[in-house]
């Protein structure tokens, strides 16, 4: 033991009095004490304790493109968070002093499943894909961290133990909403590796809406030229363009975040009413609108030029999203009469299949012809919604009243609304999308997702505030099994991650719910 020591004699003053006594350092946590979110399926402690000086390389086992990326930023992160270099040993046979990472295509039938094996002398994170993998280390680089923020200069080892852990759902959502608010390439990504430290999977961007249109289509250039410049309140709102787009679908990959896109048909349209006079039935151009009201816009079902549009639209859109979903929104669509709906929805839904995507959209859709994969959002209680059972529909649960991180947390909240009641930490973290939706079969239910509207964000802060520490409770309800979920022990586990929060500068809201440590 006494020659880690000797290596970190200089760093601080405690490894001093460390090396004098020349002891193994304690653990600021036991594994199984260790406040992790979301929660692992299995923890099991053993007496082992690995110093960080016992660890001075990397060595990948089954490695691929991506792994080497993912060892990369392991690398970087191990240095900034422990001050230790890690060798990449890609060819090294022994593990003894290694942190090994390893895929094992036999090792479980479930994708992101993995095992965190800790030790006095190495690290194990093994996983039957790289994704698997990736969340391993996201536990470990959680657990660094959190011991870290913990024992500040006593952070000098890691507890030993065994975690075996996989996702109860394999569709973990947010939202964002950049057609209210524009926000920036940098702001998503930011935003992107906040969700991924929560093994978030997937993040479905709100391109469109009568607020404005965000994502350049070439061939349909006013759309961002007219109706990406301004947003709610008048500002100046943006757009991306598809190099940025491009940019953040990558950025997300890196993460095993997928994106979804979302051009929300056919309403929701003013921004795209008011860049094309031919959209409209009546030939005329709509004014730009930066109100927040809803549901006062439609495409011109009847005319041919509307499917033109919708197919350009699809078809570049789907272009540079690599992921398997396209989503047409179809939400609060009141101003089109139903038989139009349901005969624009059944075309468009036709569209997007011939791109290669899975169509989704909000639960209004239930009244087309949905093609049966259709992947449908729930969000608000409907009599109707009882009527896609018999279809055989995936479900994605984002209730308005559980999910919605756009819904105040109380009275005081200043930003936000409030029209499905008050979110609190604990009613959005309490509660299981198994038995939200009465009716509904629980293998229908492939997940669920945070949605982020931002009639009232404006900038970053404003969308952390809103999201944290709420996305990280949904982030377990994706992840951990209903049965091992307690409020108590979570809302403990969680009193540990504002200051992970505040470490990031991130904006969280500090609700007295939690006992923030
Ligand atoms: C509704 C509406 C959105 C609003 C949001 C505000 C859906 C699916 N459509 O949710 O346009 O922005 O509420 O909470």
Known sequence: MCHFIKKIFFVTAFTLIAMSACNTPEPVYVLDKAPLIPLPSSVVASDEVMPLGAIGSIRTIGADERLNAITQNFINFWK??????????????????????????????????????????????????????????????????????RGGTLFLSLPGGEITDQPTYGYRGAMLDVARHFFSVADVKRYIDLLSIYKINFLHFHLSDDQGWRIEIKSW??????????????????????????????YAADRFITIVPEIDLPGHTNAALASYAELNCNGKATELYTG????????????????TFVEDVIRE??????????????????????????????????????????????YELITADIPEETLLQYWAKTEDFSKVIPKKS?????????????????SLTPLGLSWAGYLPIKKAYD??????????????????E????????????????????????HAEIGWTNATLRKWEDYAHRLSFHGQLLEALDVKYHPATEIDWK
């Open 80 to 149: 900034k968070h422990t001050q230790q270099d890690l060798l990449d040993a890609v060819d090294a046979i022994d593990g003894d002093g290694a942190i090994t990472i390893e895929i094992d295509k036999s090792f479980s039938p479930e994708q992101e499943a993995y095992k965190l094996e800790i030790a006095s002398d190495k690290i194990t994170v093994k996983g039957k894909t790289t994704e698997g993998v990736f969340r391993g280390l996201k536990t470990l680089e959680q657990l660094v961290v959190l011991s870290k923020l």
């Open 221 to 250: 250039p006013q759309l961002t030229e007219i109706g990406g410049q301004t947003e709610v309140g008048g500002g100046e709102g943006g757009f991306y363009t598809q190099e940025d787009f491009k940019e953040i679908v990558k």
């Open 292 to 307: 927040i009201e809803v549901g006062f816009s439609t495409l011109c079902v009847d005319k041919e030029v509307t499917y």
């Open 317 to 362: 859109i789907s272009e540079i999203s690599p992921g398997p979903y396209f989503h047409i929104g179809g939400d609060e669509s009141h101003v089109t009469p139903e038989k139009d709906f349901n005969r624009f929805m059944s075309r468009t839904l036709a569209i997007v299949k011939k791109y290669n995507k899975t169509p989704m959209g909000w």
């Open 394 to 410: 995936k479900i994605l649960i984002s209730a308005a009243s559980y999910n919605y991180l756009d819904m105040k947390y109380d």
């Open 431 to 448: 509660w299981d999308p198994l038995t939200l939706v009465p009716d509904l079969d629980s293998t229908q239910i492939i997940g669920l």
């Open 450 to 473: 945070a949605p982020l509207w931002t009639e009232t964000i404006e900038d970053f802060d404003d969308i952390a505030v809103m999201a944290f520490p709420r996305i990280i409770g």
